[in-house]
């Protein structure tokens, strides 16, 4: 697993994997935030993130690599 501050991964709200895309919801604003901490993990799987404003989008490899990062990101915010 990966060590990251839960400070601001606690906004997030839901993570959902759609093919090789992994769609995370935040509170309102916080998108930025939780993408840039994120930004900070090397997270090979990952080929880029998109930040808005309570959207992230997180483009993996592969499919099996978005499902493996909705597991991890649930497990995260399931632990707050």
Same mark, same amino acid.
């Given at each position: 697993?990966?060590?990251?501050?839960?400070?601001?991964?606690?906004?997030? &709200?839901?993570?959902?994997?759609? #093919?090789n895309?992994?769609?995370?919801?935040?509170? #309102?604003?916080?998108? #930025?935030?939780?993408?840039?901490?994120?930004?900070?993990?090397v997270?090979?799987?990952?080929v880029?993130?998109?930040?808005?404003?309570?959207?992230? &989008?997180?483009?993996?490899?592969?499919?099996?690599?978005?499902?493996?990062? #909705?597991?991890?990101?649930?497990? &995260?915010?399931?632990?707050?």
């Open positions: 697993g990966r060590v990251v501050s839960g400070t601001v991964f606690s906004s997030v &709200l839901s993570v959902e994997a759609a #093919q895309i992994v769609v995370v919801k935040t509170l #309102q604003g916080m998108a #930025q935030a939780v993408c840039a901490s994120m930004d900070a993990i997270w090979q799987s990952f880029g993130t998109l930040g808005g404003e309570d959207t992230i &989008l997180i483009i993996c490899k592969t499919d099996a690599a978005a499902v493996e990062t #909705q597991e991890e990101f649930r497990k &995260l915010i399931a632990g707050r």
